[in-house]
């Protein structure tokens, strides 16, 4: 098949003759996925994003889009980003903009997932200062950027435990990244629920549990930027995301509560839903179009599914297609 790999180059910075360069490259999670698609004999051609990224992938005319674009290439998908993809009227793989559109704002994520009747913490935006603490919401709380993902803004210092320290952390955040997102913090198991869905079908891959090491006995248990990016961090080297055996109870609890959510997506893609459990699972947030990667989370649960990288792969493409085909079938 020919497949357009739509990217975002990685900027090297080098040193020739005494004078500093910047070249395009390609990141490594980017290679390692265009690897597992050539391997498996498909014809890939690499477009990297750009204002003119629409009429380059035209011009190819290919049979499918891997889209590769998401936060850790430097751009921040979003659904305007995806409705661009989306006027070429070739498949692509992942969430479209409808999606998208329902998960990125937490406020909008947040208030979708009651509508299904699905647990999750409550929680208030702040969008200066000053604004009141409302009385309904309990100490401890937690500190997010409304409108960021993937633990942007999120340190350990993050879960606060009483007005002084929620302030004095407003202060220091609101004019970084803005809006401010404070939900109750659930103190219990954390677990990563891989999933693939189409339009009110899920599947759901092993599920991972996230293993907080002693490192984290006096302190929050929470999955910070630095432990989920910074390798060199104490943070991320004693956070472990694993598929291990889970009680059947908690195991079905997690399964029917994220069938609740998932299959109301009015669309078809994949993403992560991030689950705490205390005496019964609350969804925290779901991660469309998540971080595909040889150590990714995903990948670990495919592997423990029994998919090779190359079949999770082809499972992907072969799903978009396959909504694709059904819609053109409907429409004619």
């Not at 180059?9 to 990141?27: A, C, L, M, Q």
């Not at 499918?64 to 850790?72: K, R, S, Y």
């Amino acid at each position: 098949m020919n497949i357009v790999y739509l990217h975002c180059p990685e900027e090297i910075e080098k040193d020739i003759d005494g004078i500093s360069v910047t070249e395009k490259g390609i990141y490594t999670a980017d290679k390692y996925l265009i690897d597992r698609l050539r391997s498996s004999g498909h014809n890939v051609d690499l477009v990297e994003f750009s204002e003119n990224f629409v009429d380059d992938i035209k011009k190819i005319n290919p049979e499918f889009i891997f889209n590769g674009i998401d936060t850790f290439d430097g751009v921040e998908i979003n659904d305007r980003i995806l409705k661009q993809i989306e006027s070429t009227g070739i498949p692509f793989s992942g969430c479209n903009s409808d999606v998208m559109k329902l998960l990125t704002d937490k406020t909008v994520a947040k208030e979708f997932f009651k509508k299904c009747n699905a647990r999750t913490a409550d929680y208030q935006i702040f969008t200066k200062v000053d604004t009141k603490l409302n009385s309904n919401l309990a100490f401890p709380l937690i500190l997010k950027p409304v409108e960021t993902d993937s633990s942007v803004g999120v340190d350990e210092d993050s879960v606060v435990n009483n007005e002084a320290e929620l302030y004095k952390k407003l202060e220091e955040t609101l004019p970084k990244y803005g809006n401010m997102f404070a939900e109750e913090y659930i103190n219990g198991r954390e677990f990563c629920v891989p999933v693939i869905f189409s339009h009110g079908y899920a599947e759901i891959f092993p599920i991972l549990e996230i293993d907080f090491t002693e490192h984290f006995e006096d302190k929050p248990k929470i999955l910070s930027y630095k432990a989920k990016w910074s390798k060199n961090t104490n943070a991320f080297k004693n956070t472990y995301s694993r598929v291990q055996e889970i009680e059947p109870e908690v195991s079905s609890k997690i399964k029917e509560i994220v069938n609740k959510i998932v299959s109301k997506f009015p669309g078809t893609g994949y993403c992560s839903v991030d689950i705490r459990y205390d005496d019964s699972p609350c969804v925290l947030e779901v991660n469309p179009n998540c971080y595909l990667a040889v150590e990714s989370d995903f990948i670990k649960s495919a592997k423990a599914a029994g998919l090779t990288s190359n079949e999770f792969m082809d499972k992907l493409v072969s799903l978009n297609r396959m909504i694709k085909a059904e819609v053109q079938h409907i429409e004619n």
